[in-house]
């Protein structure tokens, strides 16, 4: 018999894994604590922006015409405990408020409620991003606490998917990381990959401390490709050079590779920012913490970067201070197709101006309603045009596709002056030049 699959958690991880696992063939239950999220999830809405997946939750979710009917939610461990043969944690690991290190109460409490529901074999999965140690923590948690005792495994499976494009990562994975600690939970996550390890999707198994360092390497390596590229900025920016041209040619180069070399604002997101910062608190605690010094150095370059963002902003309207000065800012996600602006470098630099007085409007496609509820003291506009109005400033800082079909000419017309820097290195300079615009973008020359 097909295997019966859980998801616990449906954030951007939980509702792309629950949606893609029915997608699979599976017949799916989601769970969630909140249930508001569960309702909506149930409607066949998802409660974030991301492509694809409203379409996909369409095609499976039960109830919905049409629809295969494998996927359901609920709010009751019992009913997961009773559903399930396989269990996927997939719940947030946020950022500890005021230190560097993850905050595991999701977790833990996701794996305290599970645990005594599971009254028969079952294989329970972490795919959240811990700290390397915690899946030898949970399998002592879980044969505490699951009535069937050793029946009840642990494996660790790790997630790389990237917002905007989850559904796509989800469906066809780089690869498959697992790590087991026995073969016939190896078995079962063969079985549950099938489909895209037979499309060629490579399946990769390692103990559980490998598996978890799988993940956090894999996204500290990621940011410290954007920060060595933004370092390669600020270098042009002090000799002359052009850092677009720079990245170009050295991703040329097979072993560099050309992806991730975008320079700009820097990285931000509910990930790379507050993994790379629980990494080197886990390693702190392992007592490698020299291994991981250079993680401070990605983490301060690319913070800096969000301050050179200001101070460029600064000059453009004067050079002394941003008091009577109107500043327009294109985008607040902190990335484009996506509306999360969890650690968003567009928001913090337009905060930042805002704190020191200049009167700041924001537009972004899809993080209006997550922006506001973030910075409610930020003025915020309908449009592109509507912000930059009145604007002796305008400051592209998350790289949607409506921003570089602007028609930059009617943007003209409102500015009250045409001065245009690109955080993103991502608009047509010749386009915004040839309107009129004062176009300058960072680590390239002013000219
Ligand atoms: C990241 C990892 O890519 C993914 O594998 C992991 O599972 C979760 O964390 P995500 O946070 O969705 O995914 O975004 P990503 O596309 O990696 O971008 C992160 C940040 O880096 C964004 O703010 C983006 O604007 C910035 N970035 C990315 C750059 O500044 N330059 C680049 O060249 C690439």
């Given at each position: 018999m097909a295997l019966k699959i859980t998801v616990i958690g449906t954030g951007y991880l939980g509702a792309t894994h629950a949606a893609a696992m029915a997608e699979l063939g599976f017949e799916v239950l989601g769970l969630d604590v909140v249930p508001e999220k569960i309702e909506m999830l149930a409607a066949g809405k998802v409660p974030m922006y991301e492509p694809g997946l409203e379409e996909l939750l369409a095609k499976h979710v039960a109830g919905i015409e049409g629809s295969s009917g494998r996927l359901r939610f609920t709010t009751s461990w019992e009913e997961i405990g009773e559903f399930g043969d396989v269990h996927f944690v997939c719940v947030n690991t946020p950022q500890k408020h005021g230190e560097?290190?993850?905050?595991?109460s999701y977790v833990d409490r996701a794996f305290a409620s599970l645990a005594p529901q599971l009254k028969r074999p079952a294989l329970v999965v972490g795919k959240s991003t811990v700290p390397v140690g915690s899946a030898a923590r949970l399998a002592g948690l879980l044969a505490e606490l699951a009535p069937v005792g050793a029946d009840a495994e642990l494996a660790w499976n790790p997630e790389f998917l990237r917002e905007g494009f989850a559904v796509q990562d989800t469906l066809h994975p780089d690869r498959i990381v697992v790590g087991v600690q026995s073969e016939r939970s190896e078995k079962l996550l063969r079985e549950v990959y099938a489909t895209p390890v037979g499309e060629g999707s490579p399946f990769v198994v390692m103990d559980f401390p490998t598996s978890e360092l799988v993940k956090t390497s894999a996204n500290s390596f990621l940011a410290t490709k954007i920060s060595f590229i933004n370092a390669m900025a600020e270098v042009c920016e002090a000799a002359d050079g052009d850092v677009v041209k720079l990245a170009e040619a050295i991703g040329y180069d097979e072993r560099i590779g050309?992806?991730?070399l975008r320079a700009g604002i820097g990285f931000g997101g509910g990930c790379l920012p507050k993994d790379i910062r629980a990494f080197m608190a886990r390693a702190g605690e392992l007592g490698a913490d020299q291994a991981l010094t250079f993680l401070r150095e990605v983490d301060s370059i690319n913070m800096r970067r969000r301050g050179h963002m200001v101070e460029l902003a600064r000059d453009a309207v004067g050079g002394d201070s941003f008091l009577g000065k109107r500043v327009a800012v294109l985008g607040a996600t902190f990335k484009p197709d996506s509306d999360d602006v969890r650690d968003s470098p567009a928001l913090n630099v337009a905060g930042q101006i805002h704190l020191q007085g200049g009167q700041v409007t924001v537009y972004d496609p899809k993080g209006m309603e997550n922006a506001r509820r973030l910075f409610p003291t930020l003025a915020y506009a309908e449009s592109a045009l509507d912000a930059v109005r009145g604007a002796d400033v305008v400051l592209h800082l998350t790289e949607w596709r409506e921003f570089r079909e602007l028609d930059v000419a009617a943007l003209g017309e409102v500015a009250t002056s045409r001065i245009v820097l690109d955080g993103r290195n991502a608009l047509d300079s010749v386009k915004w030049r040839e309107a009129g615009w004062t176009y300058r973008a960072m680590g390239r020359p002013k000219a």
């Open positions: 560097y290190a993850c905050d595991m050309s992806k991730f």
